[in-house]
């Protein structure tokens, strides 16, 4: 079965500080795929990043990065130099490989930056 | 702008009542999906199209039905409210069959019944 797992429930921060997301995956496909997702408080969900399994390279994006490492089936968001803005539900998400293509959600993880 | 919108933002209905949530997509997506996003339960898929006319059920369909008649449209319609079915409804549509396309998601329908 596939799973995500999103252990930190909510964080807090003071703007500028670093913050990493944690987020833990279970699938036996061999070939998947895996989003992170941001919801800020208006509730819209705005796509971040996608990563392959076959592409285990850290991406940076400006203030943001992303760790994905297939030995420990995490792919952890890290937030650098924080701002009140990047205060929302981060999601991090594994889309099920059938006719479906159903995203299977983690619980999210509720980051409060703080002035 | 080019995206997936969903109409309206905020219903309040009345138990029994029907509605239709509309959903539409300018991309030329040929997938498209309802989820429902609920305190505890995290987004659940209710049914979803892999192309015009062509629709089947998520984990979640009971109450709900869909039709897909264009590429553009995914309409969601409750056939009588129920209060288990308040939530907020997100529509999410993504370019062809490949897996590694990012799935867009609408603004979201924030629907309370009564």
Same mark, same amino acid.
């Given at each position: 079965?596939?799973?995500?797992?999103?252990?930190?429930?909510?964080?807090?921060?003071?703007?500028?500080?670093?913050?990493?997301?944690?987020?833990?995956?279970?699938?036996?496909?061999?070939?998947?795929?895996?989003?992170?997702?941001?919801?800020?408080?208006?509730?819209?969900?705005?796509?971040?990043?996608?990563?392959?399994? @076959?592409?285990?390279?850290?991406?940076?994006?400006?203030?943001?990065?992303?760790?994905?490492?297939?030995?420990?089936?995490?792919?952890?968001?890290?937030?650098?130099?924080?701002?009140?803005?990047?205060?929302?539900?981060? @999601?991090?998400?594994?889309?099920?490989?059938?006719?479906?293509?159903?995203?299977?959600?983690?619980?999210?993880?509720?980051?409060?930056?703080?002035? | 702008?080019?995206?997936?919108?969903?109409?309206?933002?905020? #219903?309040?209905?009345?138990?029994?009542?029907? =509605?239709?949530?509309? &959903?539409?997509?300018?991309?030329?997506?040929?997938? =498209?999906?309802?989820?429902?996003?609920?305190?505890?339960?995290?987004?659940?898929?209710?049914?979803?199209?892999?192309?015009?006319?062509?629709?089947? #059920?998520?984990?979640?369909?009971?109450?709900?039905?869909?039709?897909?008649?264009?590429?553009?449209?995914?309409?969601?319609?409750?056939?009588?409210?129920?209060?288990?079915?308040?939530?907020?409804?997100? &529509?999410?549509?993504?370019?062809?069959?490949?897996?590694?396309?990012?799935?867009?998601?609408?603004?979201?329908?924030?629907?309370?019944?009564?």
């Amino acid at each position: 079965a596939q799973k995500v797992t999103q252990a930190q429930t909510e964080i807090s921060v003071v703007e500028k500080e670093d913050v990493t997301l944690d987020c833990v995956y279970e699938t036996r496909d061999t070939t998947y795929y895996l989003f992170w997702y941001k919801q800020p408080p208006s509730g819209e969900l705005v796509f971040l990043i996608r990563r392959n399994s @076959f592409d285990e390279q850290n991406e940076i994006s400006g203030r943001y990065s992303w760790n994905f490492q297939k030995s420990t089936s995490s792919f952890n968001f890290t937030i650098t130099a924080s701002q009140v803005v990047d205060s929302a539900v981060y @999601f991090c998400a594994l889309p099920r490989v059938d006719s479906s293509y159903k995203l299977i959600f983690g619980s999210g993880t509720r980051l409060l930056v703080r002035p | 702008n080019a995206g997936v919108t969903q109409t309206p933002k905020f #219903q309040v209905l009345k138990t029994g009542q029907s =509605m239709t949530l509309q &959903c539409a997509q300018d991309m030329n997506h040929e997938y =498209m999906s309802w989820y429902r996003q609920d305190p505890g339960m995290g987004l659940r898929l209710i049914h979803y199209s892999v192309g015009a006319g062509i629709t089947d #059920q998520g984990e979640v369909p009971n109450g709900y039905n869909v039709s897909r008649s264009t590429t553009e449209d995914f309409p969601l319609r409750l056939l009588s409210a129920a209060p288990s079915q308040t939530s907020v409804y997100f &529509c999410a549509s993504r370019p062809g069959l490949i897996f590694n396309y990012g799935y867009t998601f609408g603004s979201g329908t924030r629907l309370t019944v009564v």
